[in-house]
T-cell receptor, first 115, second 113 residues
């Protein structure tokens, strides 16, 4: 149980285009979703926290207009990378707190390559 | 704000030897601590977690970790390394049930034949 399905698993896009990444909670309601970014051979850096029905909270240094987060329902949170550039190429992972027990469930990640 | 420090970005051990990956945390409240493993191009897999119950936590694949408040540490150990243990390991901390989870920089474990 407590599965977060993340899509796509990988995407290649051209510079200047936008890419949307979806995270769906399959068997529970995710009122909160955390979005992380991971550069090659580095750790996961928290980008933002989204809460259903309200604006996302972004970490310092993360561009709100660049990384649009929407959490319109209890089962879907999306991250849109707008006007993507090669430096946005990274591994993006979403995570939600478990509703039973303590811990977190993670999506399988999205490898974004901007060419 | 909470944080974790992982000592050693790379650790190499021989197959069959003891694995010890170090993690120290900083938290203003009693923390919740986690160890995750990540294989190349994959997501995160939870190895174990500390949530204020027993200080010695046993996880999957023979790993365990001990919470030591006096040392603010949560080191990960495994008595005998296996080749399949080669991966990236992350220590992480959060301060409440629904709070964000903060990761350490990771330690890449290399297993020598």
């Amino acid at each position: 149980g407590a599965v977060v399905s993340q899509h796509p698993s990988w995407v290649i896009c051209k510079s200047g285009t936008s890419v949307k990444i979806e995270c769906r909670s399959l068997d529970f309601q995710a009122t909160t979703m955390f979005w992380y970014r991971q550069f090659p051979k580095q750790s996961l850096m928290l980008m933002a926290t989204s809460n259903e029905g309200s604006k996302a909270t972004y970490e310092q240094g993360v561009e709100k207009d660049k990384f649009l987060i929407n959490h319109a329902s209890l089962t879907l949170s999306t991250l849109t990378v707008t006007s993507a550039h090669p430096e946005d190429s990274s591994f993006y992972i979403c995570s939600a707190p478990l509703t039973l027990g303590y811990g977190y469930t993670f999506g399988s990640g999205t490898r974004l390559t901007v060419v | 704000a909470q944080s974790v420090t992982q000592l050693g970005s790379h650790v190499s051990v021989s197959e069959g030897a003891l694995v010890l990956l170090r993690c120290n945390y900083s938290s203003s409240v009693p923390p919740y601590l986690f160890w995750y493993v990540q294989y190349p191009n994959q997501g995160l897999q939870l190895l174990l977690k500390y949530t204020s119950a027993a200080t010695l936590v046993k996880g999957i694949n023979g790993f365990e970790a001990e919470f030591k408040k006096s040392e603010t540490s949560f080191h990960l150990t495994k008595p005998s390394a296996h080749m399949s243990d080669a991966a990236e390991y992350f220590c992480a901390v959060s301060e409440s049930r629904d709070d964000k989870i903060i990761f350490g920089k990771g330690t890449r474990l290399h297993i020598l034949p």
